[in-house]
């Protein structure tokens, strides 16, 4: 067992035992960076995932020991979560003789006024260098996403990254990478249990050993990716005593795509998620094109968005349409839940203190079903649902409605069906006189709150407007037939 942490920075193992009272196991990866003489380059801008100033890259080898490289806010991340994995900070991007080429590129087109920002900027480029070649307008825009500019406008930093992404063979690993990867690999694998005065924070690294550890210390808080309850501790300065890291256990990180289903562990972030939905989900892929930012899916874990139950949980609308079922584990066995009836009220499941959820299951939708997923929201990006919604339909050939889904995000205290509005489409012609005629019903179901992301009658009209929506856009797919 463990009670230290080893990392890879500035080409070496580091290992940290937490015997020091500065570093504690909720000690983020950006205070850690900051309190060491040579790691000043990442900034606090907001500590909450939202500015990018914090941004790192992180280098984790994938099953062929090739290191695989993902910007993330290092504000979000506890200093256990790296454990195995190399820690690379503005610092380390150039070499004696010469700028990295994101550098160079953002010095050459003016990507920078007063600074604050650039580190961040420049390793969310590193990381679009490290994936991408020639990267198209769309997925420049997606890797700057999470990353706030304001003052030199984002002209300059689009054109630097469209200049210095452009470079050959972006799996063939350099000398230096062949090293760190080794490296990475001595690296110890057991589970850790790091005790300090204030902290048990348990890591471990099969299943069984997170379930027994959750049948013996119930009242652990779960860790996925940690983008929820890293806040408790840099925006509320919670003293979290108990924390069971899931984050390195393998048998969670696993997708399985069958005919029937896709089964997608709960510990698979969010934009790995995304690629895995994009043939037979494509609701759910529109969902992930406008959750958060980058660096917040490359943390972001399923099962942490569906654990943490919020009203706003944009996973959770759109899931429910596709009939999801949530798969919950505890050392006894192992049950299975439908989505729509896991969550129970605000921010409450119908999980046990002592069950882990593992797995998310999918069926896979019969040929007549339409799913769709909307959010209306402040930003298009990088901003949480005022209110979203999930609708599916299934129509025979005569255009009946034979089942319809309608589930909506913000408008209550947790993310809810409008069974009123369900019940009256059951055998209805989905044509433009039904959907009006049921628009109002909506209201029956809801009884929204006001609050800074908008009011509770402007949430009333967005829900009802979106079903409208929701018909106009799937015409096409309902052979016309409603037009
Ligand atoms: C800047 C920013 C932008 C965001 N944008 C969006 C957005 O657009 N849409 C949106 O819906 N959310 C958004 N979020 C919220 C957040 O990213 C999600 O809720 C996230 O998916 C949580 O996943 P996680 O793995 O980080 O969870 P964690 O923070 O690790 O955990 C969240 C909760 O789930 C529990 N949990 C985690 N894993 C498990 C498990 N295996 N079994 C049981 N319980 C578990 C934890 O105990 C905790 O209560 C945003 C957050 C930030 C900081
Ligand atoms: S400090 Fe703003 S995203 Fe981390
Ligand atoms: S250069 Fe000032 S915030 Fe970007």
Redo the contacts with the bound molecule.
């Keep these: 067992m463990r009670s230290s942490i080893s990392f890879v920075l500035d080409g070496k193992v580091v290992t940290e035992d937490f015997s020091k009272p500065s570093v504690t196991p909720t000690t983020t990866v950006l205070n850690y960076l900051r309190s060491l003489p040579t790691h000043k380059g990442a900034k606090e801008g907001c500590a909450?995932?939202?500015c990018g100033a914090c941004t790192v890259v992180l280098g984790e080898l994938d099953a062929g020991n090739t290191i695989r490289y993902k910007a993330v806010d290092s504000c979000?991340v506890f200093l256990p979560m790296i454990h195995g994995k190399q820690l690379i900070t503005v610092e380390n991007l150039k070499t004696e003789a010469a700028l990295h080429p994101v550098q160079q590129a953002m010095v050459d087109t003016g990507g920078s006024q007063c600074g604050y920002c650039t580190p961040g900027i420049v390793m969310s480029l590193f990381a679009l260098y490290k994936n991408h070649d020639h990267p198209d307008r769309n997925v420049i825009d997606d890797a700057l996403t999470g990353n706030l500019c304001r003052c030199t406008g984002y002209k300059p930093i689009v054109e630097a990254a469209a200049r210095s992404c452009i470079h050959q063979g972006i799996d063939s690993s350099s000398n230096d990478e062949i090293r760190i990867a080794g490296l990475l690999q001595s690296i110890p694998r057991h589970s850790a249990l790091i005790q300090t005065s204030n902290h048990t924070y348990f890591q471990p690294r099969t299943l069984l050993e997170a379930l027994t550890l959750k049948h013996q210390h119930p009242k652990a808080?779960?860790?996925?990716?940690?983008?929820?309850?890293?806040?408790r501790v840099t925006k509320n300065h919670e003293q979290l005593r108990q924390l069971l890291d899931?984050s390195l256990v393998d048998e969670?990180h696993t997708i399985r795509n069958h005919s029937e289903s896709l089964s997608i562990g709960?510990?698979v972030v969010?934009n790995e998620v995304w690629s895995a939905v994009e043939a037979d989900f494509p609701a759910l892929a529109d969902m992930f094109a406008?959750?958060?930012?980058l660096q917040?899916r490359n943390?972001?874990?399923l099962?942490?968005?569906i654990?943490?139950a919020?009203p706003?949980?944009?996973?959770l609308s759109a899931l429910i349409p596709y009939n999801a079922r949530v798969v919950l584990e505890r050392v006894s066995g192992r049950r299975e839940v439908e989505l729509d009836q896991f969550v129970t009220g605000y921010r409450k499941t119908v999980?046990k203190p002592d069950e882990?959820?593992?797995e998310i299951i999918l069926p896979k939708p019969k040929q007549r079903s339409v799913v769709k997923w909307y959010k209306v929201s402040k930003r298009k990006d990088?901003?949480?649902?005022t209110v979203s919604a999930g609708f599916r339909i299934d129509i025979n050939d005569t255009n009946q409605i034979q089942n319809a889904m309608l589930v909506y995000g913000g408008m209550a205290e947790r993310v809810k069906r409008s069974s009123s509005a369900e019940a009256f489409l059951q055998g209805k012609p989905w044509t433009r006189e039904t959907i009006e005629a049921t628009m109002p019903l909506i209201d029956n179901d809801f009884n929204p709150i006001s609050d800074a992301r908008g009011s509770k009658e402007f949430r009333r009209i967005v829900a009802r407007n979106l079903l409208l929506k929701f018909w106009d856009d799937t015409r096409k797919e309902t052979n016309g037939a409603a037009a």
């Design positions: 909450e995932g939202d979000l808080i779960i860790i996925g990716g940690s983008t929820d309850v890293a806040l899931v969670l709960s510990g969010l406008v959750f958060g930012s917040i943390l972001a874990t099962g942490g968005n654990g943490s919020s706003i949980g944009d996973t999980r882990l959820i593992v990088l901003d949480i649902s």
